[in-house]
Every structure is written in C-alpha cells, then in structure tokens.
T-cell receptor, first 114, second 112 residues
C-alpha cells in the first residue's frame, strides 16, 4: 500500500533560518507527491506538487521540494522562515493521477521562533 | 475565485443522534472527496464521487453514507453518532487530471 512518512511531528526554527520538513514515501511505482499546509481552524492548502515532470518543484510562499527517487524522499524546504509559516504541514501521495485519493502523512507542526 | 463551501462549519450533537454535512464544490469540478481528521491526526479518506457516482471508498463506517447530487454538491450523512466521530470533516473537489484537490475549510463535528 502507498504511504508517506514524515519525520518529526514538531519542528522549530528561528525566524530567518532554513526550514526543512522531511517526507519519505513507500512505493513500487512512480508516485505523485504533494505538500499541503493547514493553518489553525482552516482547510488544507496546496503548497506544491510533484507529477513526474521536474524533480525540483517550486510552490507558493517561497517553498520548494525535491523529488529524489534514490532516497524515496520529497523533503520540503524554505531558505528563510517567516513567522507566518507557522502551521501544520502534510505530505501526501497518490499513485493514480486523476483520481486524487490522497494518503496523508501524520503531519509536522512548524513553530517559528522570533 | 469561488472555493469549496462546507456547511455547517460547526455542529454539536449528542450520542446516537444523526448529522448531515454539506459540500458545494468549485464550479465545474466533477469529483468530490470526503476526509475525516481527528484531533491531532492526519486526514483520513472516507469516500469520493465522480459524476454523481461513488468512485472510491476508504475507511468510512457503515453508519455513514454519502451521495453526490445532480448539481454536484455532496452530503455526508452520519447516524448513531459516537464520541469517536468528533472530528473535522473536510470536503475537497477536483476537476479532471489536474493532480490537485481543493479543500473546504471543514465542518467541525462535536459529539457529546
């Protein structure tokens, strides 16, 4: 079965520091990978997606992620954290592009230290 | 731009009662998905509809049912509510092979 694992349920970084949120997937076929952000009491917003085109994907709010098949990873990064980045981040996977029944990771809560 | 609309945003019910959640997808989106997110949990897929037909089914209890109507809105019906049903219920919609789900802001169900 398809799955994603997010390492670290809580990550804290200082404002202006690098943000790195880890996601590894389990698959025997090419996956389609997504990062979503959830602000308190709000829905999920798509940050970026990998759909087998470029391996380095740029998303909104300065985030990007790199698909590394050899490492089965799709880590999310941002060069400089902003206070407004504080939120819950979910990595998600599907193997059936066009039927976007996503399987989510357990989420990483990002805290920004002033 | 129009987003996915869910109602009600908040709902409080007693055990063994029933509840109905509604979802209005983005115009021209033909697929609707329902997810359940328990406290501190990741969203779990419940069920999806494509062109008014059930397209996939996840971990949806037998006490729950859902349908998509001719105007593409969807309703999730929950009966014999249990304390464990307290969660945030998300609806999402998509249009064709875009690889993207658009989520509503969720309906928070509290069962007392």
């Amino acid at each position: 079965a398809q799955s994603v694992t997010q390492l670290g349920s809580h990550v804290s970084v200082s404002e202006g520091a690098l943000v790195l949120l880890r996601c590894n997937y389990s698959s025997s076929v090419p996956p389609y990978l997504f990062w979503y952000v959830q602000y308190p009491n709000q829905g999920l917003q798509l940050l970026l997606k990998y759909t087998s085109a470029a391996t380095l994907v740029k998303g909104i709010n300065g985030f990007e992620a790199e698909f590394k098949k050899s490492e089965t990873s799709f880590h999310l990064t941002k060069p400089s954290a902003h206070m407004s980045d504080a939120a819950e981040y979910f990595c998600a996977v599907t193997f059936n592009f066009g039927n976007e029944k996503l399987t989510f990771g357990t989420g990483t809560r990002l805290t920004i230290i002033p | 731009a129009a987003g996915v609309i869910q109602s009600p945003r908040h709902l409080i019910k007693e055990k063994r009662e029933t509840a109905t959640l509604k979802c209005y997808p983005i115009p021209r989106h033909d697929t609707v998905y329902w997810y359940q997110q328990g406290p501190g949990q990741d969203p779990q897929f419940l069920i999806s509809f494509y062109e008014k037909m059930q397209s996939d089914k996840g971990s949806i209890p037998d006490r729950f049912s859902a349908q998509q109507f001719s105007d593409y809105h969807s309703e999730l019906n929950m009966s014999s509510l249990e304390l464990g049903d307290s969660a945030l219920y998300f609806c999402a919609s998509s249009a064709g092979n875009t690889g993207e789900l658009f989520f509503g802001e969720g309906s928070r169900l509290t069962v007392l």
